[in-house]
């Protein structure tokens, strides 16, 4: 039988108990799509699943700012990472938020006709690249916490789709249809205009510490910190010469998209997990059943390997936001 998931089994959301059916349950009332494919991917490991829906939900649903802005900046992190499944999911989101002619626009290539969602969408896109997208932001200083933490969730999201989920939305790709896209987006209008209470998902982490500067006092932080925690688990799956090599391969990283040939990853024989880390941050969609199969031993679970994604998607994620919200030579000077 055809399968959403590449590389692991997630669990029926239908067989979900405990904090993993709550957060199913608040999916489904705050974003309208009861099991949203991504977040299932992530369901063994609950400790990442509760900050990556935490994150997208503060900052997307619920921070500061305005939704179609938003939605815009999340398509546009989604094409510079080369994500259709999360272009194609918020090109249906934006025609849920009444704005079809925008949806229309970018589901066939063009730019916004708005020059607000214009530069929106090219800081978003430019956020792929470290330190392309400093301020000034195209936002009020008062929303960055809402469009920071959104760009900075789908860096996270785009890389978990890409190396575990498969790139069809819908059965036969029937999103591809204007028909089809647009009536989907119809069908969650209700709940994308519904105003999400802040702070809804926080009782649902571990200890999440306090958030980056950037995020102030908004849920946006806590929600920031958890993921950065549960993500950051995950290097305890690799010895300390990979996980050095993980973090000098991310550091360097310009943004650029690795070559096909020669292949810039470590051997699948000799460092697996090293190499499964470092495509999940660069090249996400390259991570081939052999390379999981290379790493894979008895004891490695499908929780394994979600977390060993996690820790090298959050790598890319955390490059990108130490560049993104550095302070200019003005503010330094």
């Known amino acids: 039988m055809p399968t959403t998931f ?3 089994e997630p669990l029926s959301p239908k067989a979900a108990t ?6 199913y349950e608040q999916m489904a009332r705050d974003f ?31 921070g500061p700012g305005d939704r179609t802005g938003k939605e815009v900046a999340a398509l546009g992190v989604s094409q510079a990472n080369g994500c259709r499944f999360c272009v194609d999911a918020h090109t249906m989101l934006l025609h849920a938020t009444g704005d079809h002619a925008l949806a229309e626009r970018l589901a066939r290539g063009r730019e916004p006709a708005d020059g607000r969602h214009a530069r929106v969408l090219d ?17 009020p200083r008062e929303e960055a916490p809402g469009y920071l933490g959104t760009a900075l969730a789908f860096h996270f999201i785009n890389r978990i789709v890409s190396a575990l ?8 790709d029937a999103q ?12 969650l209008s209700r709940t994308v205009r519904r105003p999400a209470v802040p702070g809804a998902s926080l009782p649902l982490l571990d200890d999440p510490g306090p958030g980056p500067a950037w995020a102030g006092d908004t849920p946006v932080g806590p929600a920031y910190a958890a993921l950065r925690t549960a993500a950051t688990m995950g290097a305890g799956l690799l010895g ?14 310009d943004g650029s998209r690795p070559p096909l040939v020669p292949d810039p990853f470590p051997d699948r024989r000799d460092r697996p997990g090293a190499r499964v880390a470092l495509l999940a941050a660069l090249a996400p969609s390259r991570i081939a059943d052999a390379d999981v199969a290379a790493w894979r031993r008895p004891e490695h679970t499908d929780h394994c390997l979600v977390h060993l994604v996690a820790y090298g998607a959050f790598a890319a994620v955390d490059r990108v936001e130490a560049a993104l919200t550095a302070p200019t030579v003005e503010e330094t000077s």
């Not at 405990?18 to 957060?23: D, F, P, S, T, Y």
């Not at 430019?126 to 936002?139: I, L, N, Q, S, W």
């Not at 204007?178 to 119809?186: E, F, H, I, N, W």
């Open 32 to 62: 309208g799509i009861p099991e949203p494919a991504p977040f299932v991917a992530l369901s063994s490991a609950p400790a990442l699943l509760a900050p990556a829906w935490a994150l997208m939900r503060e900052s997307l649903l619920a």
């Open 123 to 139: 800081w978003a896109r430019r956020t792929r690249v470290p330190g392309a997208a400093r301020e000034p932001y195209p936002f």
């Open 18 to 23: 405990g904090r993993v059916a709550e957060l």
């Open 176 to 187: 591809r249809l204007r028909a089809v896209r647009s009536l989907a987006g119809r069908s």
């Open 6 to 8: 590449r590389h692991t």
């Open 240 to 253: 300390a010469d990979d996980q050095a090599l993980v973090r000098t391969v991310v550091r360097d990283w």
């Open 165 to 172: 989920v498969t790139e069809r939305l819908l059965p036969a």
